[in-house]
Structures are given as C-alpha cells and as structure tokens.
C-alpha cells in the first residue's frame, strides 16, 4: 500500500561539506512564459533544460500502472556517474516494485528516431542494493559528459547568449554544431545527454500527482545541493499530474517558488491550448497517453486519453517521503532541504553568477 500521508515537518540536517564549485544559496523553480528551460537564470547563462519527460505509456489498465521513460542533461562541471530519483512527500503515488530499468538502444519519443539526436546507448543498469520502496538508482555505466554552462557563461569577459551558443558548439560535444536555445530541439542533441531511463507506477489516478526529487552523482557525492553546494544544474524536483476533466491543480511546493503545471488541455488541440507550447519538458509521447479498457469496462466504449502537465522545479529539493533516500543519496548527513535555514560553512561559497531560477517548457515540436 502506498503512503499517501506527505511529512508533517521537514527533517534536519547536519552540515556537509561544498563539494564542488559553488552555485547561489536561492535556487526556486519557477514557471514563466515564454520559457524554455531548467533553470535558465537570471539573464546571465542561456536557458536549456536538465530533465525531460520522453514517453509515458499504460501498462496495466486494472491497476493503472504506467511507465515513463525520461532523458537527464549535464549542465554542471562534473561527468555524471549515478542518477537517483526519490519520491517527494507530497506524492500521491509511488514507484511500482523498484521497477527501474533502462533501454540500451534508446532513441527519442520511445523508439522513433529523432534528426539530430546523437545515438548513445544507455549502458547503465539499476542498482539494487542502494533502492529503496521510494527510490531508485542508476549508475555502472559510461559517464555523462558535462558541458558547464555557468564557467561557459562566466569568460572572462561574460559572454551573451549567442557567444555563450557559439561557446557550447566549440566544445566539440555537439557533433551537429546545432545547439541554438531559440530551436528547443537541438538542446539535446549533444553528448551530455542520456536518455533510456524507465520506471513504473502503479495506481495512478485522474487527478493525482507524482512528485519526485532528482540528483546526479559523481563519485557518492551530488553535483548539487540545495544548500548552494556544488552546482544547480544536478539537481531538482519533477511534479507530473494526470489532468482531471482538464483542471490543473494548483502549484506542489508554492514556498519553494512552484507556480503551477503546464500541459495539454483534454479537448483542445496542442496549438490550441493556451499554455502550450509544453514540449520542451514533456515530450508529445507523454503528454497525451492512449488508454485501454479496464476488465470492467465496455471493451466497445472508447477509453479517453490521459492527459499529463508537468511542474519543475530546478536547484530544489522538498522534503523526501522517505528520509532514508535522503541519507543514502547524500553521504553523510543526508540532502539539505530547499527553505530550512544551514549552518554557515567554514570556508564560504565563491560568488558566481546569480542563478535564480525560472522554469518552463519550450517551443516547438519534436520533427
């Protein structure tokens, strides 16, 4: 049975140390329109996104159990070498039987091949022993390359966006030479992506939310944290909600600057809808999902689609449904939760560029 009960107070933490190149201390998602990206900042550094919904199917209309693939980008300064998601507290559905698994040949929109998607096979695998009934692992195999954008952004001198643009083509990362953040479909058609990751879950109803944090590692240890440690581009929260009678509900963790979901409307049509364009982090193959019937329902009665809208929320973590994912992804002393106030570390963070966050979903199709 799935613990629906969100935590009733946040978990402290103790100090850790700042693991990589530090990022500013207040990191809040936010939506705005129009708006690409996870987390495009403050105006300094080009907007692309971190995190991308690619295909959401049903796989058992009794239990309405389903799968999603997703695809993760390296925007920091470190390969990345494990992926972890835990379920966020105020979820109302879990992971299915630890049902991670990954697509070794894995190409964009579940299986159709995208132009200008670089062919990369996810060699990673499920890690058992670090799972959990709330999370799950991925590591053991080639490491992501980073591209990292802050240091990119920085120069000397600052760089603006098309000399930022031209600066990640020069990385020799991008094979196309096609990375342009006015074309959200070239975002990920560089090196640092990987996609082919699956899980499941079951019981997910019209009108629910599932609510998940994100971390990529390198090492044990997350590129980010959101005590301002490391950098923000490695972490996050993704809220994916089916859309009851096309109402969306209203933002997840509004204190940690949630505004809301973005995402098709049941019986409007993608150009029609007035928050799209939504694809840039919702990929078409998952916003609107075909159903079937259950074994109670009338095998002649069509079965309307699910619709899906998602919220992210960059560089922040609420708290974890179970504080053990917590410990287990951030040795020692567990994930500083976004909102609780941290000790001052001994040595302060270097001032970098302000990464205040917007967050939002991108123009354009998948062609």
Do not use: Y
């Not at 005590?227 to 809220?239: P, Q």
């Amino acid at each position: 049975m799935h613990n629906r009960n969100p935590l009733t107070q946040l978990i402290n933490r103790g100090t850790r140390p700042i693991i990589k190149t530090a990022v500013a201390a207040t990191m809040l998602g936010t939506f705005a329109t129009p708006a690409l990206a996870d987390p495009p900042a403050d105006g300094t550094v080009i907007p692309v996104f971190c995190f991308r919904i690619m295909n959401i199917e049903q796989t058992d209309a009794d239990t309405d159990r389903f799968r999603f693939e997703i695809e993760v980008l390296n925007w920091t300064d470190t390969p990345a070498d494990d992926l972890a998601i835990a379920i966020a507290a105020e979820s109302d559905v879990n992971f299915f039987n630890n049902s991670g698994t990954t697509i070794s040949d894995f190409d964009d929109q579940g299986g159709s091949t995208v132009s200008g998607n670089q062919d990369i096979d996810n060699d990673w695998s499920v890690d058992p022993s670090n799972n959990t009934e709330t999370a799950i692992h991925w590591d053991g195999g080639t490491a992501i390359p980073n591209i990292d954008l802050v240091d990119i952004a920085a120069g000397p001198p600052p760089l603006n966006f098309l000399q930022q643009i031209d600066a990640v083509n020069a990385t020799g990362l991008f094979p196309n030479n096609d990375f342009n953040t006015g074309l959200p479909e070239t975002i990920d058609n560089g090196n640092n992506v990987r996609g082919g990751f699956v899980f499941e879950v079951d019981d997910f109803q019209a009108g629910e939310t599932l609510s998940f944090n994100w971390f990529l590692t390198n090492g044990g240890q997350p590129l980010g944290t959101a005590d301002g440690a490391g950098n923000a581009f490695g972490f996050g929260n993704v809220n994916l909600t089916w859309i009851d009678d096309g109402d969306f509900p209203g933002p997840v963790f509004p204190g940690l600057g949630n505004t809301g979901f973005i995402g098709p409307r049941p019986g409007q049509g993608q150009d029609q809808n007035p928050q799209a364009p939504f694809v840039a982090l919702l990929a078409p193959d998952a916003a609107i999902v075909p159903l079937a019937p259950s074994s109670t329902d009338d095998p002649d009665e069509p079965v309307p689609p699910a619709f899906f809208g998602i919220e992210i929320g960059a560089g922040i973590t609420p708290p974890f449904m179970n504080p053990e994912d917590s410990e287990e992804i951030c040795v020692p002393g567990g994930c500083p939760i976004s909102g609780e106030s941290v000790p001052e570390p001994e040595t302060p963070p270097l001032a970098l560029l302000g990464l205040a966050t917007f967050m939002g979903l991108g123009q354009g199709n998948r062609i």
